[in-house]
T-cell receptor, first 111, second 114 residues
Framework: GNSVTQMEGPVTLSEEAFLTINCTYT??????LFWYVQYPGEGLQLLLK?????DKGSNKGFEATYRKETTSFHLEKGSVQVSDSAVYFC??????????FGTGTSLTVIP | DTGVSQDPRHKITKRGQNVTFRCDPI?????LYWYRQTLGQGPEFLTY????????KSRLLSDRFSAERPKGSFSTLEIQRTEQGDSAMYLC????????????FGQGTRLTVV
């Protein structure tokens, strides 16, 4: 079956610290992988995506590389800002009929 | 296009009442999804439409839940005889057809059953 496992939160970092949020997946076939971000009281916004092995998705300083050999799609950012405080969700889609989400990782960045 | 629009944003209802939510997807998107999200959890799949056809439905979707997408445009999600356990954020998303396309989410409807 299809599933996504994310590292447990919450994560608290100081501004300008390095961020890693781990994500591993189980899937049949060759899924597309996504990171979404959710701000309080809002829906989910796409942060980045990768559609095949070794692809790197990037946006707003965030990056994630699709690693088929380790079934991982870890999210990284070199220097976080207070405005990055949010909940981050890793997700996969195989056929486009359904997106499978992890449980989310809450990030708080303190000045 | 302003993105996926959901109405209402908030709904408080008494247990046992029926509620209906509306979703207007991005106009050229033929795929539409409904998800439910409870506090501290990831979105949980409810159902999926391609155009007007409901192609997938979660086993978690009890017979009190029904969704429609007449004419393949907007969609409605109805919950009959609401229960306190139905309290959650209901998210709608849409996407273009294709294996690798991302879903665009609305801001959600927060339902509170009292």
């Amino acid at each position: 079956g299809n599933s996504v496992t994310q590292m447990e939160g919450p994560v608290t970092l100081s501004e300008e610290a390095f961020l890693t949020i781990n994500c591993t997946y189980t899937a049949t076939g060759y899924p597309s992988l996504f990171w979404y971000v959710q701000y309080p009281g809002e829906g989910l916004q796409l942060l980045l995506k990768a559609t095949k092995a070794d692809d790197k998705g990037s946006n707003k300083g965030f990056e994630a590389t699709y690693r088929k050999e380790t079934t991982s799609f870890h999210l990284e950012k070199g220097s976080v800002q207070v405005s990055d405080s949010a909940v981050y969700f890793c997700a996969l889609s195989n056929t486009g009929n359904q997106f499978y989400f992890g449980t989310g990782t809450s990030l708080t960045v303190i000045p | 296009d302003t993105g996926v629009s959901q109405d209402p944003r908030h709904k408080i209802t008494k247990r046992g009442q029926n509620v209906t939510f509306r979703c207007d997807p991005i106009s050229e998107h033929n795929r539409l999804y409904w998800y439910r999200q409870t506090l501290g959890q990831g979105p949980e799949f409810l159902t999926y439409f391609q155009n007007e056809a409901q192609l997938e439905k979660s086993r978690l979707l009890s017979d009190r839940f029904s969704a429609e997408r007449p004419k393949g445009s907007f969609s409605t999600l109805e919950i009959q005889r609401t229960e306190q356990g139905d309290s959650a954020m209901y998210l709608c998303a849409s996407s273009l057809k294709g294996r690798n396309t991302e879903a665009f989410f609305g801001q959600g409807t927060r339902l509170t059953v009292v």
